[in-house]
């Protein structure tokens, strides 16, 4: 097993370090923000685990100046960790299926100061946010019942995707020749994707 570069390890840490997830979170939630689990932030959410969402980043390699979809965005902390990660040559949309949640998670990512990066309610009836080209990483916090192929059409070529299918956390490539390749990254628990 390869392992990676010592220095990638250092910018997720450094991001979790800049980025505090105790800053996304509802106020009696806060408390709870340095343990090493899922907490609720409200609409039957969660703010995932730390150590799985820096596995999840680590998987997905963000480089700077990268144009980046957080899929689930809920409380802005994904979204604000991809920001901080890009830096603002880069630009990242979260986009949240709950209208409230949205504004909430929206609200708490412009207190960042990155305006590089947004969160948004979601169009009704479309998953994740086409556009010209595809993104260079997708970052999905909920888990697929299937791999949506909506979601893996929107990823650019050379570009990353990070999922939860049910139980089993995924990376896909797009190869240089238009291909996809998905590997299987171990087992993890998430809420729902909800898809329509």
Same mark, same amino acid.
């Given at each position: 097993?390869?392992?990676?570069p010592?220095? #990638?390890?250092d910018?997720?840490?450094?991001? *979790?370090r %800049?980025?505090?997830? /105790?800053?996304?979170l509802?106020?009696?939630? /806060?408390?709870f923000?340095g ?5 609720p932030?409200?609409r039957g959410? @969660?703010?995932?685990?730390?150590t ?5 980043l680590r998987l997905? $390699? ?5 144009? !980046?979809? &957080?899929?689930? %965005?809920?409380?802005g +902390?994904t979204t ?5 990660l890009?830096? =603002? ?6 986009? #949240?299926? &709950?209208? $409230?949640?949205?504004e +909430?998670g929206g609200?708490?990512?412009a207190?960042?100061? *990155?305006?590089?990066?947004?969160l948004?309610?979601s169009? =009704?009836?479309?998953l994740?946010r086409?556009?010209?080209?595809? +993104?260079? /990483?997708?970052l !999905? ?7 949506p192929?909506?979601?893996? &059409? ?5 570009? $990353? *995707?990070v999922?939860p ?7 896909i490539e797009r190869?240089?020749?238009g $291909? @996809?390749r998905? @590997? ?11 898809e329509d």
């Open positions: 097993m390869v392992s990676e010592a220095a #990638e390890h910018d997720i840490a450094r991001a *979790m %800049a980025v505090p997830r /105790r800053d996304f509802p106020r009696s939630q /806060r408390p923000a343990q090493d689990q899922p907490l932030i409200g959410q @969660t703010s995932s685990q730390p799985t969402v820096a596995a999840m997905l $390699r963000v480089p700077l100046g990268a144009r !980046v979809l &957080d899929v689930g %965005a809920g409380s +902390w604000a960790l991809l920001a901080y890009t830096g =603002p040559q880069g630009s990242v949309l979260g986009v #949240e299926r &709950d209208s $409230r949640l949205a +909430w609200a708490n990512l207190r960042t100061g *990155m305006d590089w990066a947004t948004e309610h169009a =009704p009836g479309v994740g086409p556009q010209q080209g595809g +993104w260079d /990483r997708i !999905v916090s909920a888990s697929a019942a299937a791999l192929r909506t979601l893996v &059409d929107q990823v650019g070529i050379g570009g $990353r *995707m999922i299918v049910r139980t089993t956390l995924l990376l190869l240089p020749d $291909r @996809t998905a @590997t299987d990254h171990g087992g993890y628990r998430f809420v729902p994707l909800i």
